[in-house]
């Protein structure tokens, strides 16, 4: 009973350290991961001391939740991407792998004098943490960039390579002097074997069995019996890694690689998403925790040298390959800044080469620490690039810009301010209808794209006078501002307004409250960008639940009319008065669920055949095809 009383103790003291410490982070834009951090140097043992001293125990439960984040990437991620990523896995995640294990093995050696130390502490600080780049990664939205995908890359081919790290430390006790040679030394071959032999039993088993298990527990129509089974699949493979001495995080990868194909996947990230988030803080808690500050103090120096020399090599290597690798400087300090740390798998590896004889127990303690804190910064590395790096970066790309185009003088009738994919159809439906335009587009490769196709485009920013005047809008009837960037637009729109004022201004807009804006700005008029095709697809869905054609045109242009007349009503509410923004709101919503039901009322119920075919609604994109429903 008080086991499970100081059970219940150490849970509700990380839960409420989590609730305390995380949305402050978030709120000082730390970020979640060093809140998490923090949480756990406050209440570890060298702080506040709220939790007992058996930090390990309490890590090795949260690895769990790198496990799960690992077998949900493996999830979304199919053979055939994975083929497709070969080239960055690969080149990019083995290079790096390799030149930080050359370079920090010779910094190692030069502390140390010893290559068997030398080079194991070189392989192992190689690897950085997925649980911590990933995470923060997402955070920031930056896994989707080109850095944020090289850095998964890289993530990925090192958490490969922890299987022959594994099987190359006990080889190195051999060049160690202390130990002696015994029979037991003839089984290391024993161990690769049984890693390939895991490997294979889990991609055997995915294939055969878990589909037909799945659709067993699919006919209970109970949803925790998915989630229990979600967490079977995740523990058994964890358990089977470990039998065989391989990384459950990397056995959880290849399980979700292997299930990525499964019509059962999206269950499966539902069911594990919450333990996931969970045990990731859990692990970041963690972390924190155990970082013994008695050691610091006592090995202050060597640690924070250590740190600073593994930054340092991994930033150089880093940012050298990416140079290599033709990668964008903003991109190449997303990937290094990202990767600059020690890892997660250093802990397991550092206390498998302390069993295995081949680190010293002192030195392995000094190690531990240096790779804890050099975790615990990376969100203070995320930040410093962030803040510090990209800036400079993007105001030495402005500075190497091209410069704007000369307009040459003509009478345009109207000048488009921005040609992607939405100024391209006006601009194309002026021309076609023989009017002139001047076109205005801020992107090089924008401009340089649309000019293949025969299209006259001026590389230049809308939002200048000088550029402006030259466009000739003072004989201008309008400016069509179609960029989607809300601030260059309102820019523009205030600038055209007060210095033109003749000049009729059309504004794209994202939404309704940026449309608004525009509207208090003095716009003639805005089109929200999904407004219309919503619209359009709301009326299909009334023809296609059975509504006559015409009256499903006449229902949708009643919402449209009510809707864009509420919206030039409430501008400006929004932030001055919410109270009466939400009650005009609710009144115009029964307004037109009114106007709509009084105009079914007064139509003619006799089908209008202009609009449909055989007295049957139809699709007009598909006019043979009937609608089945009936109204």
């Not at 979640?32 to 060298?46: N, R």
């Not at 769990?64 to 990523?85: A, D, H, N, R």
């Not at 392989?123 to 780049?133: G, K, N, Q, W, Y």
């Not at 008029?525 to 006559?548: D, Q």
Request: hydrophobic share 50%; net charge negative; with cysteine.
């Amino acid at each position: 009973m008080q086991a499970e009383a100081s059970m219940l103790t150490q849970a509700a003291v990380f839960l409420g350290a989590t609730i305390a410490a995380v949305p402050v982070a978030k709120r000082l834009g730390l970020g979640s991961v060093l809140g998490y951090l923090i949480a756990g140097i406050i209440i570890g043992p060298f702080a506040l001391a709220l939790v007992g001293d058996d930090i390990e125990s309490i890590m090795h439960f949260a690895e769990f939740g790198v496990v799960m984040m690992l077998f949900l990437i493996g999830i979304e991620l199919q053979p055939s991407t994975l083929w497709k990523m070969r080239v960055p896995i690969i080149g990019l995640g083995g290079s790096q792998v390799l030149l930080c294990t050359l370079f920090i093995a010779l910094a190692s050696y030069a502390w140390l004098g010893n290559w068997s130390h030398s080079i194991v502490i070189g392989m192992v600080l190689a690897l950085s943490s997925t649980a911590i780049v990933l995470q923060t990664l997402s955070e920031k939205s930056l896994d989707r960039t080109q850095g944020g995908k090289a850095s998964f890359a890289v993530l990925l081919f090192q958490d490969i390579a922890v299987i022959p790290i594994l099987t190359i430390i006990p080889f190195f006790a051999a060049l160690d002097i202390q130990p002696q040679y015994t029979e037991h030394d003839n089984m290391n071959w024993i161990k690769p074997v049984l890693m390939l032999a895991g490997i294979v039993a889990v991609i055997v088993i995915g294939r055969i069995f878990i589909r037909p298990i799945f659709r067993y527990v699919a006919t209970t129509n109970m949803r925790e019996m998915f989630t229990a089974l979600a967490l079977f699949i995740v523990i058994s493979v964890s358990i089977l890694m470990d039998l065989v001495g391989l990384s459950a995080a990397l056995g959880a990868f290849i399980a979700g690689v292997v299930l990525a194909e499964s019509e059962y996947r999206h269950e499966l990230e539902a069911e594990l998403e919450p333990f996931k988030g969970l045990l990731l803080g859990l692990f970041f808690i963690s972390v924190g925790a155990s970082i013994n500050f008695d050691i610091l103090l006592k090995d202050w120096l060597p640690i924070i040298s250590i740190v600073a020399a593994l930054i340092a090599i991994k930033l150089a290597v880093l940012l050298s390959l990416a140079f290599m690798f033709k990668m964008p400087a903003n991109e190449s300090s997303v990937l290094a800044f990202s990767l600059a740390q020690g890892g997660e798998f250093a802990f397991v590896l550092f206390s498998f080469a302390q069993t295995e004889a081949v680190l010293p127990n002192e030195l392995v303690s000094v190690l531990v620490v240096a790779v804890a804190i050099s975790m615990a910064i990376t969100p203070l590395l995320f930040i410093a690039n962030e803040r510090l790096i990209q800036p400079l970066l993007t105001q030495s790309a402005s500075e190497q810009k091209r410069a704007y185009d000369e307009i040459e003088s003509s009478e345009s009738h109207a000048i488009l301010i921005g040609y992607g994919r939405f100024g391209q159809i006006i601009g194309r439906l002026l021309n076609a209808n023989g009017f002139k335009i001047t076109v205005l587009e801020q992107d090089p490769n924008q401009v340089e794209l649309v000019r293949k196709f025969g299209h006259k485009v001026f590389y230049g920013d809308g939002s200048r006078s000088d550029l402006l005047d030259a466009a000739n809008i003072r004989q201008a009837k309008l400016v069509v501002v179609c960029s989607d960037n809300t601030e260059k637009n309102k820019k523009i729109l205030s600038k055209v307004k007060t210095h033109y004022p003749h000049v009729k201004v059309f504004t794209r807009a994202k939404g309704r409250s940026e449309a608004q804006e525009f509207i208090q700005l003095g716009t003639n008029h805005v089109v929200r960008e999904t407004y219309n095709s919503a619209l359009s697809m709301g009326e299909k869905a009334l023809v296609a639940m059975g509504l006559p054609a015409h009256q499903a045109f006449r229902a949708a242009k009643i919402f449209d009319i009510h809707d864009k007349r509420i919206m030039r009503e409430t501008a400006g509410l929004w932030d001055q008065d919410l109270e009466q923004y939400i009650l005009k709101s609710k009144r115009n919503t029964a307004l037109v669920e009114k106007s709509i039901r009084a105009d079914i009322m007064d139509s003619d119920e006799l089908t209008d055949y202009g609009w449909n075919q055989a007295g049957s609604s139809v699709d007009s994109d598909n006019p043979e095809t009937p609608a089945t429903a009936e109204p």
